[in-house]
């Protein structure tokens, strides 16, 4: 099992990109899933995530009202857009999905994608 981001580059502040993360492998139409991100120097962190039934969302201060998180079950594949962005979003973008809420959001998911970088120029 495995997940897979992609949509990731190079935009200009103000610019909007979609990043998706695609898993292969079980299902995980049971699992939270999520985004977390690590810029150059900083520690991973928390930044969406969805429930299972792609109902209920939660986001971080600093993306609330500019990023939204979706997915598609029937494509094991989960979404975000990212609007309204700003040099300081710059960073590697990581998908991530688990049985628990509570340990993914703490940075303890099941299963992390390998990265995608989004570059924000001013």
């Known amino acids: 099992a495995q997940l897979v981001e992609s949509g990731g580059g190079v935009v200009q502040a103000g610019g909007s990109l979609r990043l998706s993360c695609a898993a292969s492998?079980?299902?995980?139409?049971?699992?939270?899933r999520g985004w977390f991100r690590q810029a150059p120097g900083r520690e991973r962190e928390f930044i969406a995530r969805?429930?299972?039934?792609?109902?209920?969302?939660r986001y971080a201060d600093s993306v609330k009202g500019r990023f939204a998180i979706s997915r598609d079950n029937a494509r094991n594949t989960v979404y975000l857009q990212m609007n309204s962005l700003k040099p300081e979003d710059t960073a590697v973008y990581y998908c991530?999905?688990?049985?628990?809420?509570?340990?993914?959001?703490?940075?303890?998911?099941?299963?992390w994608g390998q990265g995608t970088q989004v570059t924000v120029s001013s």
């Open positions: 991530a999905a688990g049985p628990s809420s509570y340990y993914l959001e703490a940075g303890r998911p099941e299963y």
């Open positions: 492998g079980p299902t995980f139409s049971n699992y939270y």
């Open positions: 969805i429930d299972r039934s792609g109902l209920t969302t």
